[in-house]
């Protein structure tokens, strides 16, 4: 059986809370969310040709990237987990599904920060 949204939002979090400290520092107060899809507007914003070509996303502005004081406002630091595309993501490889939500997280977190994918895998092969 196919876990819910929230299961995977569970086990998104867990993995976010595994991830090496000074990574998760970057975006403080991040809301994780699960969805089945992407929405139609995120899909054409990503030119996406399919809802099952997105895994994650992440928006919003990490701490890097703010002044001293959050802006009225301004939206939390927000990933998006895609529930669909990542479980059919999971079914044709031999990763854990903690493993591929882990490798989604650190990599919509990290190109929004520029890392590179070294960068990423070191702090993949971090989490605890």
């Not at 059986?1 to 976010?16: K, Q, V, Y």
């Not at 054409?44 to 919003?60: K, N, Q, S």
Request: proline share 5%; with cysteine.
């Amino acid at each position: 059986m196919a876990p819910s949204l929230a299961d995977m939002e569970a086990i998104a979090d867990e993995a976010f809370a595994a991830l090496p400290g000074e990574f998760r520092a970057l975006c403080e107060g991040v809301v994780i969310r699960v969805e089945d899809f992407p929405d139609e507007e995120t899909l054409d914003e990503m030119e996406a040709e399919t809802p099952f070509d997105l895994l994650g996303l992440f928006r919003g502005r990490g701490l890097a990237h703010r002044g001293a004081v959050q802006e009225t406002g301004e939206f939390p630091n927000m990933v998006w987990l895609y529930r669909r595309p990542i479980l059919d993501y999971w079914a044709e490889h031999e990763e854990t599904l903690g493993e591929v939500i882990t490798h989604v997280l650190v990599h919509e977190i990290g190109h929004h920060f520029g890392l590179s994918d070294e960068d990423m895998e070191e702090i993949e092969g971090k989490a605890d």
